[in-house]
C-alpha cells in the first residue's frame, strides 16, 4: 500500500471551495485587461518621450557653441536649456522631466545613440 504524506498545515479543497482562493473571475478579468492596457500605454509613453528626448538632445548638440567646454560645462548649458522649456509651461515641465528621465535612466544607451552618428 503506497501512503502520500502531506506537509501538517496542507487542506485539501473541493472545487467548489477554490472558488474563494481564485476569485470571481469576471471583475478579475477586467481588472486584468485594464492593468495590462495601462502597462502597455505606460511603456508606449516612456518609449516615445525616449526617442524625443534624444531627439532634441542631437538637435541641441548640432547648434553652434552647445558643444564647447568640458563635459560639465556642456551638461550645465543643457540643464539650464531644459529649465527654460521647462518653465514655459505645466505640459512642458511634465514632457520635458519624463523625458529627461528616462534618457538618464538609459545613459548607457543615451550616451551611444548621442555620440555615435
Do not use: C, H
Not at 502520500?4 to 485587461?33: K, Q
Not at 518621450?49 to 548640432?62: C, D, E
Amino acid at each position: 500500500m503506497k501512503k502520500m504524506n502531506y506537509p501538517a498545515d496542507y487542506a485539501v479543497l473541493s472545487n467548489e471551495e477554490m472558488t474563494y482562493t481564485t476569485g470571481g473571475g469576471t471583475i478579475d478579468d477586467a481588472a486584468g485587461i485594464a492593468t495590462t492596457a495601462a502597462t502597455v500605454v505606460g511603456a508606449v509613453v516612456l518609449a516615445s518621450s525616449y526617442v524625443w528626448g534624444i531627439g532634441q538632445a542631437r538637435t541641441w548638440l548640432q547648434q553652434e557653441g552647445n558643444k564647447d567646454g568640458n563635459f560639465f560645462t556642456v551638461l550645465g548649458r543643457a540643464t539650464d536649456a531644459i529649465a527654460a522649456d521647462m518653465s514655459k509651461s505645466a505640459s512642458n515641465f511634465v514632457r520635458d522631466a519624463v523625458s529627461a528621465t528616462t534618457v538618464v535612466a538609459l545613459a548607457p544607451l543615451s550616451a551611444i545613440l548621442l555620440i555615435v552618428r
